[in-house]
């Protein structure tokens, strides 16, 4: 019976990573080891269809992508699912923000690009970090644009899959965004919310991984028993939730994400010792 895989990029394809050549060859080898033995690849991440079309070029194999968390689904290289924020429902929840604690930096992924809003001019300081930041991310870099009024024009009539909220880098911060991760997400009931590392992703209902993959695996007519799933962040901790019984974790990822993994691996190929059929 063929598997499918389901993984995570970020963390957890490209870990360790090369920014030059994306994913690691013990990495490389594993995916394509795998699919030629017959099964499925599935690419589960927030990224954008862009980035996954690079990953799929990379592997020099055919595999299926759950881009934007959920809100674009592509089987054979064609579009299934596009599944994008209400206005209004934006609206609301910045209206929210401005009541109870408004981030340092706000990010809108649309259909096109990632565009980041710094509100405070007083914050202009960690509009120059994120510019540093994407400016050496190598093979990784994605399309973004430093524009408040871009923002705030798309957030009005953009095609918009996805919003992250930054409050800052500190072990204060973080935990009091991972208190407002719960709030929100008991508060805007038609939104999914997912704290990951420094931000807190937000996407529309039925847009996050685990529900993603599960419309993905119906979709297919697959045995949910043949379905594993990888990941290292805050946004996988809805596939390990899905499929438990064969949900994998870096070790590496915080103990809040990997109590919800049923097995721990140090290094991505060593999924190898659980579905590649030559290994011990």
């Given at each position: 019976?063929?598997?499918?895989?389901?993984?995570?990029?970020?963390?957890?394809?490209?870990?360790p990573?090369?920014?030059f050549?994306?994913?690691?060859?013990?990495?490389?080898?594993?995916?394509?080891?795998?699919?030629?033995?017959?099964?499925?690849?599935?690419?589960?991440?927030?990224r954008?269809?862009?980035?996954?079309?690079?990953?799929?070029?990379?592997?020099?194999?055919?595999v299926?992508?759950?881009?934007?968390?959920?809100?674009?689904?592509?089987?054979?290289?064609?579009?299934?699912?596009?599944?994008?924020?209400?206005?209004?429902?934006?609206?609301?929840?910045?209206?929210?923000?401005?009541?109870?604690?408004f981030?340092?930096?706000?990010?809108?992924?649309?259909?096109?690009?990632?565009?980041?809003?710094?509100?405070?001019?007083r914050?202009?300081?960690?509009?120059?970090?994120?510019?540093?930041?994407?400016?050496?991310?190598?093979?990784?870099?994605?399309k973004?644009?430093?524009?408040?009024?871009?923002?705030?024009?798309?957030?009005?009539?953009?095609?918009?899959?996805?919003?992250?909220?930054?409050?800052?880098?500190?072990?204060?911060?973080?935990?009091?965004?991972?208190?407002?991760?719960?709030?929100?997400?008991?508060?805007?009931?038609?939104?999914?919310?997912s704290?990951v590392?420094?931000?807190?992703e937000?996407?529309?209902?039925?847009?996050?991984?685990?529900?993603?993959?599960?419309?993905?695996?119906?979709?297919?007519?697959?045995?949910?028993?043949?379905?594993?799933?990888?990941?290292?962040?805050?946004?996988?901790?809805?596939?390990f939730?899905?499929?438990?019984?064969?949900?994998?974790?870096?070790?590496?990822?915080?103990?809040?994400?990997?109590?919800?993994?049923?097995?721990?691996?140090?290094?991505?190929?060593?999924?190898?010792?659980?579905?590649?059929?030559?290994?011990?």
């Amino acid at each position: 019976m063929s598997k499918l895989l389901a993984t995570d990029l970020d963390g957890t394809l490209f870990y360790p990573r090369r920014k030059f050549k994306m994913i690691a060859k013990p990495n490389l080898e594993f995916v394509r080891n795998f699919i030629d033995q017959g099964n499925q690849v599935v690419l589960v991440t927030s990224r954008s269809p862009r980035d996954c079309i690079k990953v799929q070029k990379k592997l020099k194999r055919q595999v299926d992508f759950i881009a934007l968390n959920g809100g674009n689904i592509f089987v054979k290289d064609a579009l299934i699912r596009d599944k994008e924020f209400d206005h209004g429902e934006l609206d609301d929840l910045l209206n929210y923000l401005k009541v109870k604690s408004f981030p340092k930096a706000l990010m809108l992924q649309t259909d096109d690009a990632l565009i980041v809003k710094i509100p405070d001019s007083r914050n202009k300081f960690f509009g120059f970090l994120y510019r540093i930041y994407y400016a050496f991310e190598g093979t990784y870099k994605i399309k973004v644009i430093y524009d408040n009024d871009a923002f705030d024009k798309a957030i009005k009539s953009g095609k918009n899959y996805k919003m992250m909220l930054f409050y800052g880098l500190s072990k204060r911060t973080k935990e009091e965004t991972i208190v407002l991760n719960r709030e929100l997400r008991d508060t805007f009931k038609d939104m999914e919310f997912s704290w990951v590392g420094k931000v807190i992703e937000i996407t529309p209902k039925d847009c996050s991984k685990g529900e993603a993959l599960k419309y993905y695996v119906s979709l297919l007519k697959l045995n949910q028993d043949d379905v594993f799933v990888v990941g290292d962040s805050g946004n996988d901790i809805s596939m390990f939730k899905a499929f438990y019984p064969n949900s994998f974790c870096l070790k590496k990822a915080p103990n809040v994400v990997k109590k919800y993994a049923n097995h721990l691996i140090k290094r991505y190929n060593d999924l190898s010792y659980y579905l590649i059929k030559e290994s011990k």
